[in-house]
Structure formats: C-alpha cells, structure tokens
C-alpha cells in the first residue's frame, strides 16, 4: 500500500463531513487506520479501520434500503401492501440500527485511543488534539442529554414550561456545540493523517553462522594377525 493510506486516511475524514457522502468517508478513513496498523503492525489501529469500514458499510446500506423503500411505494396499491412494505422496514431499520450503534460505540471508543496512540507514538499535535476534543464532544453530549431528561421530569412535576424552554435551548446549544466540535475533530484528524510521519525500525542486519571446518576423520586401526 505504500504510503498511500495516508491520503486515504485524511481525504476521508474529509469527505466524512458532507452529508451522504460520509459514509464513503468513513470508508477511506478506515482503510487509512488499516494501512497505519499493517505498516505498524498495530493492533489497535488494524481494529478501528476494520468497525470503520464495518460501520460505514452498515449505514450505507440503511440509506439504500430506505430510499428503496421510498421508491417502491408509489408503485403499492392496497394499504395492506404498504403496510406490510413500511412493517418490514421498520424491522430492517431497526436489526440495523441496532448492530450499527453497538459497532459504532466501540469503533467510537478504538478511534480515540488510536488519535491518543497514533499522536503519542508518531509525536503527532493534530492526533493528540482529535482525541481531547472527542473526549470533551461526549461531554457535551452527555450534558445536553441529561438536561433534556431533567426538563421534561420538571415539567412532569409541574414545573413551569418557561423551565423546559431554558432546558430546550440549553440543549440544543449543547448539540451545536457538539457538532462543531465534531467537525473540528474531523479536521484535526486529516491532518494528522497527512502529516504523518512514520518509522519503521530496519531490519537487522542478516548474520551468518562463523565457518566451522569439518572434524578431522578418525584414525583408522589396522590389527597383525
């Protein structure tokens, strides 16, 4: 692959930030950490390419299973026919989604610890950057979410409505705040990947075992009879 992966790598983190053709994106930015564990022989790296390319596949083909769906409905004449198309897509969608957050999770997670990896091994800011500003996206995440959550309960207690307006906005600005992070993450991480600079420790040197001569023959005895 030879250094190829790299610009694979950073083009998709790109391309991961334009809607629909993101999942293209998240295909090269997992061949890109494929390419970075087989030259490494990491591990971790191999690991994130790999729930990557996965993951990527997987939304892919939800997208396409929906805009299938989508098209065959005009064609559909009984409501009997459109309710048995919409209930096997609900199902689809819902094995998919599924399996896809559960891969996502844990792709999630790898790619973390591959910025923090890739930037503490290869001594790369814009990798050890990614993986800081990933942290604190999750954070926001997880605020956002919880004030949301205490707002409706407020509201369910009784609470006045002007309090789940605050919360709502609270949220929402917890949201945008998230996904700007995310697209400076995306950011970071194609220039970690352009950047890189890697070394692979030469082989050592071949060695040869020092010549031995062969043993002198032994002595031959003749006997007098």
């Not at 890189?196 to 031959?220: G, H, M």
């Amino acid at each position: 692959m030879g250094e190829s992966y790299k610009i694979l790598g950073g083009i998709g983190y790109i391309l991961s930030l334009i809607p629909f053709i993101n999942f293209i994106g998240g295909i090269l930015a997992g061949i890109g950490w494929l390419g970075l564990g087989k030259k490494t022989g990491d591990g971790v790296f191999k690991a994130t390419g790999v729930l990557m390319i996965i993951s990527s596949i997987l939304g892919l083909g939800l997208l396409i299973a929906v805009f299938s769906t989508m098209g065959a409905m005009p064609t559909v004449g009984s409501p009997e026919e459109i309710m048995g198309i919409l209930a096997g897509l609900t199902v689809t969608l819902i094995i998919i989604g599924c399996v896809a957050a559960v891969i996502g999770i844990v792709m999630f997670i790898l790619q973390v610890v591959s910025f923090f990896r890739a930037g503490k091994k290869f001594n790369n800011g814009a990798f050890k950057a990614a993986g800081w500003l990933s942290i604190v996206f999750v954070l926001l995440a997880i605020i956002g979410v919880v004030i949301l959550i205490v707002a409706v309960f407020s509201i369910a207690g009784g609470a006045p409505e002007e309090q789940l307006g605050l919360s709502l906005i609270g949220s929402i600005g917890m949201i945008v705040l998230g996904l700007v992070l995310g697209v400076i993450v995306n950011i970071l991480a194609a220039v970690g990947f352009f950047t890189l600079k890697v070394e692979v420790a030469p082989l050592p040197p071949a060695t040869y075992p020092y010549y031995q001569p062969p043993p002198p023959p032994l002595p031959s005895y003749q006997f007098l009879h």
